[in-house]
Nanobody, 124 residues
Framework: QVQLVESGGGLVEPGGSLRLSCVAS????????MGWYRQVPGNERELVAT???????NYADFVEGRFAISRDDAKKTVYLQMNSLTPEDTAVYFC??????????????????WGQGTQVTVSS
């Protein structure tokens, strides 16, 4: 059973910073992609940043150099450092991972998993 657990969300003033973390657990044999999405009630979930293995990270246009994604594969953890936050960044941030996991002896399965989300609120 794979779980993604996010942490680091909260309330921050405009111009402030937050660092989100997401730890993956389970019988994971390969990490293909880890990343972050966000969703505002009534809107579609949108990509913030992804970190594919052996490729450069991808960022949404609205990030504009303010956020940085990083991974520690030994810890099965992905981070999102968010700087210069604005009220428009207020959303629930979800961790996503594309993983290969062992489902039985000699049997592997690749799939996508999501965390439960962490609220980020930017307000004065």
């Amino acid at each position: 059973q794979v779980q993604l657990v996010e942490s680091g969300g909260g309330l921050v003033e405009p111009g402030g910073s937050l660092r989100l973390s997401c730890v993956a657990s389970g019988d994971i044999t390969k990490i293909h992609v880890m990343g972050w999405y966000r969703q505002v009630p009534g809107n579609e979930r949108e990509l913030v940043a992804t970190s594919p293995s052996d490729e450069r990270p991808n960022y949404a246009d609205f990030v504009e150099g303010r956020f940085a994604i990083s991974r520690d594969d030994a810890k099965k953890t992905v981070y999102l450092q968010m700087n210069s936050l604005t009220p428009e960044d207020t959303a629930v941030y979800f961790c996503h991972a594309s993983l290969t996991v062992r489902v039985a002896w000699g049997s592997y399965h690749r799939d996508n998993w999501w965390g439960q989300g962490t609220q980020v609120t930017v307000s004065s």
